[in-house]
């Protein structure tokens, strides 16, 4: 696994402008800062992987990419949808949190499969 530096900090950068964005449309809602801190969370998370790290398999690195922009489109979905509609404390945590860790798991699935190829 590569990680290059300079893409992980511009998928960084990209995912807290779209959190700040998130926030601000969920402004005045009970829970924006929750909405914002962990759509920058599931961004971020989503954001690195895509951009920011490579592997020496170009199959393997095909597919966590492609894996990372699927669910980062999930996690831009859910997070406006969260935000125009109302955030909810339970369903966004839910939501989101199961989202999150399924992609963790997926990855580090894949991740693992390289490694034993």
Known sequence: MKVNIVY???????????????FDIAKGSENDVICGVGSAVCFMGTLIPMLGIGHESSRISVNLR?????????FIVS????????????????????????????YYGIGKKATTI
Do not use: D, E, Q
């Open 66 to 74: 492609i894996l990372s922009a699927v669910f980062f489109f999930l």
């Open 8 to 22: 992980a900090c511009i998928g960084v950068l990209i995912a807290l402008l779209l959190a700040y964005w998130v």
């Open 79 to 106: 997070h406006f949808c969260f935000a125009l509609f109302g955030v909810h404390m339970p369903y966004y945590v839910i939501v989101n949190a199961l989202a999150l860790l399924v992609f963790i798991a997926i």
